[in-house]
């Protein structure tokens, strides 16, 4: 049952798991917001952690950064652990004017710039989208939390510093409210073996305004709005 990144047991994971980027992310909003909960994980340092929210049981793990990265935990989450729905909760660069920072995307689907539905050698273009249940709970939530979100397309890209530094107003243009580095490979493998999955992001740096960044703290311990909603409808 365990596999080369992933020490858990056989009904160590929950049905629903939350993937930050960042283990410590997950680390945070573990001994924050669980109960009973204990560490399932601490393969190369990717923290996974199972307790109850509200007496759901529910696991939360990091995913690492990029596409490589998640497709591995998450194939391995829904292929050995059972694993039946992951709610990505991440961090995003604004690609619109008035989606500014703090402000939280829950993404519709996932655009890329990497090849990584090659592998499934459709003949075209594979179009990544998150669950529509998973979204409509997600919506529902915000709505009720009173929290400012907005619902759209993503761009998860393989490149966090590009060469060419105006690549993203290509995809500003196409109405893209963020960029991120993961939810394609997510939202991919999640159709590929009929699981669910759905990304909420909270935005920490804007490419189109001056607006300041949020600091690697605050990325790890105030993008509580996100959280919680996630938390809610796992
Ligand atoms: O905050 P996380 O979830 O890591 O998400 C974003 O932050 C990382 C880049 O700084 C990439 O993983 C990107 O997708
Ligand atoms: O600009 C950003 C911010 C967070 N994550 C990214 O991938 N890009």
Same mark, same amino acid.
């Given at each position: 049952?365990?596999?080369?990144?992933?020490?858990?047991?056989?009904?160590d994971?929950a049905?629903?798991?939350?993937?930050?980027?960042?283990?410590?992310?997950?680390k945070? !909003?573990?001994?924050n /917001?669980?109960?009973?909960v204990?560490?399932v994980? $601490?393969v190369r *340092?990717? @923290?996974?952690?199972?307790g109850?929210y509200?007496?759901?049981?529910?696991?939360i793990?990091g995913s690492?950064?990029?596409?490589p990265?998640?497709?591995?935990?998450?194939?391995e !989450?829904?292929?050995n /652990?059972?694993v039946?729905?992951i709610?990505?909760? $991440?961090?995003a *660069?604004s @690609?619109?004017k008035?989606v500014?920072i703090?402000?939280?995307?829950i993404?519709?689907?996932a655009?890329t710039?990497?090849?990584?539905?090659?592998?499934?050698?459709?003949p075209g273009t594979f179009s990544a989208?998150?669950?529509?249940?998973?979204?409509?709970?997600?919506?529902?939530e915000a709505?009720?939390?009173?929290i400012?979100?907005?619902?759209?397309n993503v761009i998860?890209?393989?490149l966090?510093y590009?060469a060419?530094?105006e690549?993203a107003?290509s995809w500003?243009?196409m109405?893209v409210?963020?960029?991120?580095?993961?939810s394609?490979a997510l939202?991919?493998t999640?159709?590929?073996?009929?699981k669910?999955a759905?990304?909420?992001l909270?935005?920490?740096?804007s490419l189109?305004?001056?607006e300041?960044?949020t600091?690697?703290?605050?990325r790890?311990?105030t993008?509580?709005?996100?959280?919680?909603v996630a938390?809610?409808i796992?």
């Amino acid at each position: 049952m365990p596999t080369p990144h992933n020490e858990a047991k056989k009904g160590d994971f929950a049905k629903t798991v939350l993937m930050p980027g960042d283990p410590l992310r997950a680390k945070f !909003l573990a001994e924050n /917001y669980l109960e009973d909960v204990r560490q399932v994980n $601490g393969v190369r *340092g990717m @923290l996974g952690y199972t307790g109850t929210y509200k007496g759901k049981e529910v696991s939360i793990m990091g995913s690492g950064m990029g596409m490589p990265s998640i497709g591995i935990y998450s194939y391995e !989450l829904y292929t050995n /652990y059972g694993v039946e729905n992951i709610i990505r909760i $991440g961090s995003a *660069g604004s @690609l619109q004017k008035d989606v500014h920072i703090r402000d939280v995307i829950i993404a519709q689907g996932a655009c890329t710039d990497s090849a990584w539905a090659h592998q499934y050698e459709l003949p075209g273009t594979f179009s990544a989208i998150s669950s529509y249940d998973l979204l409509e709970a997600a919506v529902k939530e915000a709505k009720e939390k009173n929290i400012k979100y907005h619902v759209g397309n993503v761009i998860a890209s393989d490149l966090f510093y590009h060469a060419d530094g105006e690549a993203a107003m290509s995809w500003c243009k196409m109405g893209v409210l963020a960029v991120e580095m993961e939810s394609y490979a997510l939202f991919s493998t999640a159709a590929y073996l009929g699981k669910k999955a759905l990304t909420l992001l909270t935005i920490s740096d804007s490419l189109v305004s001056d607006e300041p960044e949020t600091t690697a703290e605050e990325r790890e311990k105030t993008f509580t709005a996100m959280m919680e909603v996630a938390l809610e409808i796992a």
